[in-house]
């Protein structure tokens, strides 16, 4: 007697694009040196998920790059723990001197669990990293982030953390919006609510989490390619 296995849990999220949909959306995608510079998101922190790979966003992202280009170079700079700020002072120039044409900036979210959070600091930070590198001629991705309080309302609930979130959401856009950054808007996708996409400290993602963010940056990433494309179509 034989038995069929079948499709793994990644294979059969919804939420999750397989390979071929990926690569349908990145098809001649121009990027080859990709940078992402930030916190423990940056760095792929979180804990594994059955049925799913236990690769992170990012390394994803890299994957899916690769199949368009396999020349196509990586620099990951992310470390855990780290505020906006120790970011642009610890990671920018590296960052800046690798010449990426596609970066990502994923940080603050640090910043939102200190007493003395500064919406006005935290936005001049991330300000100065979109805009330079930016500048620099690379195409740039920032993340809104999901309210954990509303997930985990009996550990998270209360104290302001809710407020903050919405707060950050709205620099990471203002921010986006100046220097024509994409921003990929975990707020208010699907698995927002999820508590499967988080780890179990209930902050970092899971690799189920970390499925769903690549998919979602493959989605934004297809969606300005489109869009380039058609823009120089018409003319």
Request: proline letters at 3%; glycine letters at 8%.
């Amino acid at each position: 007697m034989t038995t069929t296995e079948g499709p793994t849990a990644e294979e059969a999220d919804a939420h999750v694009l397989s390979p071929e949909d990926a690569d349908r959306l990145l098809s001649n995608a121009p990027w080859t040196r990709f940078a992402v510079i930030g916190d423990s998101l940056a760095e792929g922190l979180g804990d594994s998920s059955a049925g799913y790979a236990d690769t992170p966003w990012a390394d994803r992202v890299l994957e899916a790059l690769r199949r368009v280009d396999p020349g196509t170079e990586y620099l990951n700079l992310g470390v855990r723990h780290l505020k906006a700020a120790e970011v642009r002072t610890g990671q920018l120039r590296e960052a800046l001197d690798f010449r990426p044409d596609l970066a990502s900036v994923v940080c603050g979210g640090n910043d939102l669990l200190v007493r003395d959070f500064s919406a006005a600091a935290v936005e001049a930070e991330l300000d100065a990293m979109v805009r330079q590198l930016r500048e620099s001629g690379a195409v740039v991705f920032v993340f809104t982030i999901q309210d954990i309080t509303k997930v985990f309302p009996e550990q998270l609930g209360g104290g302001g953390l809710s407020g903050r979130i919405e707060i950050f959401n709205d620099l990471v856009r203002k921010v986006a919006a100046r220097h024509g950054a994409l921003v990929i808007d975990m707020w208010a996708h699907p698995t927002s609510r999820s508590r499967s996409v988080f780890s179990a400290d209930m902050m970092h993602a899971s690799m189920r989490g970390h499925a769903v963010l690549a998919s979602a940056v493959f989605a934004q990433l297809g969606w300005y390619l489109t869009t380039l494309r058609g823009q120089l179509h018409s003319h």
